[in-house]
């Protein structure tokens, strides 16, 4: 795809560009550090972790021979953000999922057959593939086409080529362009004699940072001419900077979040702040895609209708955070809704005896208990003595 700039966009030139390399590098990085978890109902309805499933161990340990799951789901993540698409190739045996094959985007066509079904086709390592929906795991991005997602490299094709061409001239600048920190301006022509000898005297005395700062003895109406950058050169610095700021847009990544820290962030200072703004702001919508394809395209009508749900486990983002993992369980502890050994279980720590009790603060009890010291249920119903009025 040409830009307005002339310069060709790809994916291996948008990743050249130190921007879309560390949106693309977080975002994708972080979603796949997410353990994906299959989850069913138990006979009281509550929901529970569904390790046994066929699905549990393609999708959080290893979808395929060849890849991790954070290899693929990184590889996935990555599609999503520069095509809009992420597909892989569905492998069974007898009908229920065995595993997962990654598919490079931009080599699979996508059309609606007569029937209402999607037809996918792609040629990869110089074998021809056709497939319908039930062969192929199809997460579409931003744009809810059935046909595919809307392409970011199409769309900021301006934006990257634009920042390429900056980034082109400032090569050839530096690599073609003279560089003097001054220029030393004599009345007369020089021989080659003194020629070389001035600049054989400049170099052994002013040259290097030991002769930083030392006075310049000039004779014979010779002037020097301290040079700055060019107000070109400066623009073209700045331009570099908002091309930063505006490839950070179309990723929706703050620019603080891949070292661009020019300006002040508008989500707090702390870290636990900062975590809480991109979960909710940049991934939760990003997760939710992946989630729902996952289980329309994965679960059976079946396991659906009976509750079994897919989700990526967020609790993993506050694994570098001891401060808000502290106050997470202690809340969970307090409130009742976990147990002493549920929280050893995500610290990777044995369960202890009567570990898997509920437990919950019973200190707002009413005052008349401690006043008249009987049990709660009693005090609770007892009449304080009215006020004499006669007084």
Not at 184 to 211: I, Y
Not at 282 to 297: C, F, G, P, T
Not at 320 to 330: H, K, L, M, N, T
């Amino acid at each position: 795809m040409r830009s307005d700039s002339g310069e060709s966009t790809t994916a291996p030139s948008a990743l050249s560009l130190s921007a879309v390399w560390g949106c693309v590098n977080l975002l994708a990085g972080t979603q796949a550090s997410l353990p994906i978890e299959v989850f069913r109902p138990d006979r009281s309805g509550q929901r529970v972790l569904a390790r046994d499933h066929r699905l549990y161990r393609i999708l959080h340990d290893s979808p395929n021979f060849d890849q991790t799951a954070v290899d693929f789901w990184e590889f996935m993540a990555a599609s999503l953000e520069l095509y809009g698409n992420a597909y892989a190739r569905i492998e069974r045996n007898a009908g229920a999922v065995a595993s997962l094959h990654p598919i490079i985007p931009d080599l699979v066509k996508v059309r609606r057959l007569a029937n209402g079904d999607l037809e996918y086709r792609w040629s990869e390592e110089g074998k021809s593939f056709v497939a319908t929906s039930s062969e192929v795991l199809h997460i579409r991005g931003f744009g809810g086409n059935p046909l595919g997602g809307l392409s970011t490299l199409q769309f900021a094709r301006h934006a990257l080529g634009l920042a390429r061409a900056v980034d082109r001239a400032a090569g050839n600048t530096f690599r073609n362009g003279l560089r003097p920190s001054g220029v030393l301006t004599f009345d007369k022509f020089l021989t080659a004699d003194q020629r070389k000898t001035a600049h054989n005297e400049l170099l052994a005395q002013f040259v290097g940072a030991a002769n930083s700062g030392k006075p310049m003895v000039l004779e014979g109406g010779t002037k020097w001419e301290q040079l700055t950058i060019s107000p070109e050169d400066a623009q073209m610095l700045e331009s570099r900077s908002f091309s930063v700021e505006e490839l950070c847009r179309f990723f929706g990544v703050p620019p603080f979040m891949i070292g661009h820290t020019e300006k002040v962030s508008g989500w707090g200072t702390s870290l636990k702040e900062q975590t809480i703004g991109f979960q909710k702001f940049v991934l939760r919508r990003r997760l939710k895609r992946i989630e729902q394809a996952l289980m329309k395209q994965l679960l059976t009508a079946f396991e659906r209708a009976n509750g079994y749900v897919i989700e990526f486990n967020l609790e993993g983002l506050l694994r570098g955070d001891s401060e808000a993992r502290s106050d997470f369980y202690q809340s969970a502890l307090n409130n009742g809704w976990m147990t002493i050994n549920e929280v050893r279980a995500l610290e990777n720590m044995p369960p202890v005896a009567g570990g898997d009790v509920p437990r919950m603060q019973m200190q707002n009890v009413p005052l008349t208990a401690q006043i008249s010291k009987l049990p709660i249920e009693q005090a609770g119903q007892q009449q304080l003595p009215a006020k004499d009025e006669t007084r």
